[in-house]
């Protein structure tokens, strides 16, 4: 897992992620979605933890289980590191509409 988080293309009106796991057992392994406190810190990549950044809201990682967002320059999405027992793989489904 990675602790680096990215913004979604502007061309993107909706990103989706499906998430699959084959049990509920680990549901701190969704996505986060992480918020800016101040517009000019909004550019590039940016590590979990970083000064000025903020959790908005953590999906759970759980079957049957949707996460939906919009690109905006503001907010950054990615997965905290995790440590566990084993190798646990986070099956997704990924989508996006995008703009014309």
Not at 9 to 29: D, E, G, M, N, V
Not at 56 to 65: G, I, K, L, M, Y
Request: hydrophobic share 40%.
């Amino acid at each position: 897992m990675t602790d680096t988080l990215a913004r979604r293309a502007q061309a993107r009106w909706i990103s989706t992620l499906f998430y699959l796991p084959a049990t509920p057992k680990y549901p701190k392994f969704g996505t986060l979605v992480i918020k800016s406190d101040t517009p000019e810190l909004s550019t590039g990549r940016i590590e979990l933890g970083s000064p000025g950044f903020k959790t908005a809201f953590q999906a759970q990682f759980v079957p049957n289980s949707l996460l939906a967002f919009a690109p905006c320059s503001t907010a950054w999405h990615g997965v905290a590191s995790v440590k566990s027992a084993g190798r646990i793989h986070r099956d997704t489904i990924q989508g996006a509409s995008l703009a014309p």
